[in-house]
């Protein structure tokens, strides 16, 4: 099933940067998957011609705590056409079969929820975020504690999102919150011990150039050299990171770049080790380079200028990801000038605080804002990085969604449905926003049991009230949000801050 579902040509990660520690990990997950569930299928094509079924072993169906969920349209990514009046099994939060609900075999003692003509899409995935350093508007290394990255992590889940790259700004009280959870959706325990809360694999702390750009005072320790580069790269990879981050950027020609020597260092140290690595870029003359030099992904779009065949061209040759564009992000650098329309939508207010709201609104704040001298420039920024994404998306360069969420005035949660509505805008179909943010970004983490509901791949998914193919903005009309199975509390039902 995997195999027929995964296209030629897709998985794009470069055999020499494959990790081997991930490779290790997904041989033994297949062992544990296949050892324990016989997968069967019938038919062939899409899903709304082929019902999928992986069993327990030889126990009989519904001897665990199965979930049946009925009456919904199913919107997976891929190419897949919607299922209309769908159904899916859940056993042991993974889904354990689903197709037309005509083809239903329901195992008997099962749990069945009638969506009542909903519509459910795979849970959605932000690869560029930062968690648990803001408070109200103020960012600061102070704040990052396991209970504010946690409340970042419910935020996030309560929008939908159930899986976060964390960028680069953490601290490594990261690392247990992340080991826990893993071990805690590994184990098969009961649906309520699993943690109510988005997915997190992090980048640690990102790789900066001692006084340039990039990174939190008081989490990254700049570099000035290769040498201590390649030392602060496997610090990094020692403590367990999933990817490495790195900053080339000036500021706008405020602050000194980082040099090529250095930026080699990191890549080559990293794929020593078999670790991808990822460039926060804004200029089109370093994404050259960075792909050149065998960079895995960007997190933002080249903004200063219209990108080149050459630049497509190098990701083509390299296998490098379009990771994140970071639209909102760049929507929202001029939103702030005065009171940004969302201010009153409720979707983005009980996601926020009281204080929050008012600093928002506030006048003076907002004229502080404006008055910035590089303000003016944020809206061509904006469109030329909307446009370059646009580009590469139909280039053929891979892609998935990220929004870079964290810091002041950018929120969690709520920027990722932005972020869908702005590709649309973009110029990509509602299907392909919703495949970047699901399919595509587990096929970058490399997280084989996420990105869509599919026979043995976990139970992440959210129920909506409107059909988000029609319009984008439809992905927030949340009614639920499950996690391997699990509802978690909702936006739209008093979940979020
Ligand atoms: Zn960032």
């Not at 299922?83 to 083809?103: F, H, Y």
């Not at 564009?325 to 929507?331: D, G, N, V």
């Not at 139909?394 to 972020?419: N, S």
């Amino acid at each position: 099933m995997h195999a027929q579902r995964r296209r030629n040509g897709e998985v794009r990660l470069k055999p020499d940067t494959t990790r081997k520690a991930d490779t290790t990990r997904w041989l033994k997950l297949a062992a544990l998957v296949f050892g324990m569930f016989a997968l069967s299928c019938s038919g062939s094509g899409g899903l709304g011609s082929v019902g999928c079924s992986f069993g327990l072993g030889s126990e009989a169906p519904g001897s665990g705590d199965a979930l049946v969920f009925r009456n919904f349209t199913l919107i997976d990514g891929g190419d897949h056409a919607p299922v209309p009046n769908a159904a899916m099994v859940v056993e042991k939060g993974r889904v354990s079969w689903v197709g037309p609900a005509a083809d239903l075999k329901e195992p008997s003692g099962a749990t069945t929820t009638d969506l009542k003509g909903a519509f459910v899409i795979p849970g959605l995935m932000n690869l560029h975020a930062h968690l648990g350093n803001t408070v109200d508007l103020v960012q600061d290394s102070k704040f990052h504690t396991r209970a504010s990255i946690e409340k970042d992590l419910k935020t996030y889940a309560s929008y939908g999102v159930t899986t976060v790259l964390s960028m680069g700004t953490d601290q490594d009280t990261i690392f247990p919150v992340r080991n826990e959870q893993r071990a805690a959706f590994a184990s098969e325990s009961p649906a309520a011990s699993r943690p109510p809360m988005a997915r997190v694999y992090t980048t640690g702390q990102g790789l900066m150039f001692k006084g340039g750009y990039g990174g939190l005072a008081g989490v990254n320790q700049p570099v000035a050299s290769p040498e201590q580069a390649a030392a602060a790269v496997n610090a990094q990879l020692d403590k367990g990171v999933d990817f490495i981050k790195l900053w080339l950027d000036d500021e706008l020609g405020t602050m000194p770049k980082m040099p090529a020597e250095i930026a080699s260092a990191i890549i080559e140290t990293a794929h020593k080790r078999n670790a991808r690595v990822l460039g926060h870029i804004f200029y089109l003359e370093d994404a050259k380079f960075l792909a050149g030099q065998g960079i895995d992904g960007f997190v933002h779009s080249v903004r200063d200028q219209p990108i080149d065949q050459a630049l497509i061209d190098s990701m083509e040759q390299h296998g490098t990801w379009q990771t994140a564009a970071t639209l909102s992000r760049e929507a929202s650098m001029f939103a702030y000038g005065s009171t940004p329309p969302f201010a009153n939508d409720p979707f983005f207010t009980r996601g926020v605080s009281a204080k929050t709201l008012e600093l928002i609104k506030s006048p003076e704040r907002q004229k502080t804002i404006a008055s910035n001298p590089n303000f003016k420039k944020y809206p061509a920024f904006y469109e030329t990085g909307k446009a370059n994404f646009k580009r590469l998306v139909d280039a053929g360069i891979p892609f998935a969604l990220g929004t870079d969420a964290g810091p002041p005035g950018r929120f969690p949660g709520y920027f990722e449905h932005w972020e869908l509505q702005l590709m649309v805008e973009a110029g990509l179909t509602p299907a392909q926003a919703i495949d970047a943010a699901t399919r595509r970004a587990a096929m970058f983490l490399g997280a084989e049991d996420l990105g869509t509901l599919e026979p043995t791949k976990w139970a992440d998914f959210v129920v909506l009230d409107a059909n988000p193919l029609m319009d984008i903005k439809n992905s927030r009309k949340i009614r639920a949000v499950y996690i391997a199975g699990s509802e978690v509390p909702s936006i739209n039902q008093g979940g979020g801050s």
